[in-house]
């Protein structure tokens, strides 16, 4: 097992975890069956953590379908409170979202998914496009988001080829989306060789974004920066500069932060 020695590993605990990750949004309501299917477990080891998970006070149950409580959150605001990202971020997204109606977020890679760990502005015309929301926490799909190129295109080479390794075709979120694998990987090469990335309408329509990649004083790209603007706004070539002008400056202001 890489990372970690197998009399280390508690079979017990990443089995519970697995099954309090099957909830998201696709699925906010489980039975032992669903909960066994998506975490991989049997369907009486997947009954038990999520009666155990209900005891503890992180599920409550109507005797069949289980679905997270509050307490969950326990967790992720423990890290947006102790994290030293989040906490460095934060101020320069309330500035950038202080002079345009534009949503601003920070945001990390997670496996299939990047992770909005910061976020500020947005006016209510552009909060009512976003259909998945630009909460904290919220998890968007790496391959058709602007962060998530971002992230991706900044990988070495051999994470990269391990993250394509095992798909085939990306999922197609609208008609727009990149999917086929050729495709996807020039793409990449673009992103890395502009060092930004501007997507439009891939990951839902009528939502404009644009990422660059938020690095630390030794190169290393930690996070993405973006923003997300009106349909529209970002048409003419000049905004589309002086958006991308923005987020720099604000990333080259955090480098030394970071």
Not at 41 to 70: P, V
Not at 132 to 159: D, F, I, K, Q
Not at 214 to 220: I, Q, S
Request: with cysteine.
């Amino acid at each position: 097992m890489a990372g970690i020695a197998q009399q280390d590993y508690i079979a017990g605990l990443a089995k519970g975890l697995a099954v309090l990750e099957s909830f998201d949004t696709e699925r906010q309501r489980l039975n032992a069956t669903l909960a066994a299917q998506r975490a991989g477990l049997t369907r009486a080891a997947a009954r038990r953590h999520l009666l155990t998970l209900t005891h503890l006070g992180y599920l409550e149950t109507d005797g069949s379908y289980f679905w997270l409580a509050a307490r969950v959150l326990r967790l992720s605001g423990a890290y947006l409170a102790s994290a030293r990202l989040p906490r460095v971020v934060q101020p320069t997204l309330n500035r950038l979202a202080a002079d345009t109606p534009d949503v601003f977020s920070a945001a990390v890679l997670d496996g299939d998914e990047v992770v909005i760990i910061a976020r500020a502005g947005g006016d209510a015309a552009i909060n009512r496009l976003l259909a998945y929301g630009m909460h904290l926490g919220a998890r968007l799909p790496a391959h058709a988001t602007s962060t998530g190129r971002v992230l991706l295109a900044s990988l070495p080479r051999a994470e990269l080829a391990a993250w394509l390794g095992h798909r085939g075709d990306l999922p197609r979120l609208t008609p727009r989306t990149t999917t086929g694998q050729r495709a996807f990987k020039a793409l990449l090469a673009e992103v890395a060789a502009q060092d930004h990335c501007f997507a439009a309408d891939e990951h839902e329509l009528g939502v404009h974004a644009m990422a660059v990649p938020l690095r630390n004083p030794k190169g290393a790209t930690v996070a993405a920066l973006n923003l997300i603007a009106p349909p529209g706004r970002l048409d003419d070539p000049q905004a589309l500069a002086s958006a991308l002008q923005r987020l720099r400056g604000a990333a080259s202001e955090l480098r030394q932060m970071l």
